[in-house]
């Protein structure tokens, strides 16, 4: 008699098991236009539907009003030099347009790879002589929104050859390697289970597309170091620091991994 | 004083009588009061926009009041009805007393 009842159990936990798997592949077969290249897909197409829909209205996106204070900061003067952003920028729907598909890049002088972030405080240090934000702080955030949301529509296209081939390398080998308590590493998650469940969530394949994203956690705007940030603590492992060179190297594998995905920023996720 | 950024969406003319939204959207951190600090374990006081009004012409024609579980940027709409051309006057207030206000100006025709 007990025998019974087990297998029953069990009968019952495999449809449970099929179920769940039922109602997560209708998603997979959609046709997702523009948010997906081959086999590569967008954040957006793992978000829930009521998220999707905050994103698609530029009104009702609260990463938008980053962009409106972003372009505030875009033409405000600052620093010794009494310069400002558009002093020698121009406009930034020409001068910025396409900038977020290629970054980030190796920048001969600093001998490294260097991403938007660290390319607007260099500006803001030599060629204004102001001082740096700090990174994470509102106005760089709102800086970094306003000039990727100028690329948005754009395909991403970094470079991963020539002198940043050795930075990709590491940023692959970042990627691949085990780290942490939990002994994972970032493919573990965005590459074996991308589209798989983590808990409540559904995993995506960790594409920085719409970075800095509003992500409804946070409540707020993020960048991807934050984002980095967030992962490596729940596998146990000691983040690095904001703007470290294992992170730069990292962005650039991840936006590679998204080559030909459209620049959304800002989306908002989760 | 928090800073917020408010942005605002009405048409700018509609026909007398016809219903029309709204969209309102405010930058504003909402710290919800029930969060402690994590270093020195005291508690965050509540600092959320408590009270949304609108006014037309000066008269009150859609008002709530909000409480914790609001979210960070809060986002509103709602519909209204129009009779005369006038000012649309949005009003926010927020636990340190801060008011933050737009307006838009709409013609009916």
């Not at chain 1, 998220?51 to 033409?75: C, H, K, Y």
């Not at chain 1, 020409?94 to 598909?101: D, K, P, Q």
């Not at chain 1, 808990?199 to 994203?213: E, I, K, Y």
């Not at chain 2, 926009?49 to 024609?61: A, H, P, Q, S, T």
Request: with cysteine; net charge positive; charged share 25%.
């Amino acid at each position: 008699m007990k025998k019974t009842h087990q297998g029953l159990l069990a009968a019952v936990g495999m449809a449970i098991g099929v179920t769940a798997f039922a109602t997560a592949s209708p998603a997979q077969d959609m046709d997702w236009g523009a948010y997906q290249v081959e086999d590569r897909r967008s954040g957006y197409t793992y978000a829930k539907a009521e998220t999707r829909a905050i994103q698609d209205d530029d009104f009702g996106n609260p990463a938008m009003i980053r962009v409106d204070s972003g372009e505030a900061l875009w033409n405000k003067v600052d620093g010794e030099a009494g310069k400002s952003c558009a002093d020698c920028h121009g406009d930034a729907a020409e001068s910025m347009r396409g900038v977020a598909t290629s970054y980030p890049k190796f920048d001969g002088a600093l001998g490294k790879l260097k991403n938007i972030e660290q390319q607007i405080n260099y500006c803001r240090t030599e060629r204004m002589e102001a001082k740096e934000w700090k990174y994470e702080s509102s106005p760089l955030l709102s800086m970094t929104v306003y000039v990727r949301h100028q690329s948005r529509g754009m395909p991403i296209n970094v470079a991963i050859d020539g002198p940043a081939a050795p930075f990709f390398e590491k940023g692959k080998a970042f990627y691949n390697q085990r780290r942490g308590l939990l002994d994972m590493s970032c493919a573990n998650c965005h590459v074996d289970n991308a589209g798989g469940i983590i808990r409540a969530n559904t995993l995506s394949q960790g594409q920085t597309t719409g970075f800095p994203v509003y992500r409804l956690k946070w409540q707020k705007v993020g960048s991807t170091h934050r984002r980095f940030r967030g992962c490596n603590k729940q596998v146990r492992s000691t983040p690095y620091a904001y703007s470290s060179d294992e992170y730069v190297n990292l962005e650039l594998f991840v936006a590679w991994r998204g080559r030909g995905l459209l620049v959304e920023t800002p989306a908002i996720r989760n | 004083m928090a800073i917020a950024k408010a942005r605002i969406k009405v048409p700018k003319s509609v026909a007398k009588g016809e219903i029309f939204q709204v969209k309102t959207l405010i930058s504003h951190k909402m710290e919800t009061g029930l969060r402690k600090d994590k270093k020195t374990g005291e508690k965050i006081p509540r600092m959320i926009l408590n009270r949304f009004v609108c006014k037309y012409n000066g008269e009150e024609v859609f008002a709530c009041d909000w409480s914790t579980p609001i979210s960070a940027n809060p986002y509103t709409a709602f519909y209204l009805k129009a009779s005369e051309s006038g000012t649309l006057d949005f009003i926010w207030t927020d636990d340190e007393g801060s008011v933050f206000e737009k307006s838009a100006d709409i013609m009916v025709t």
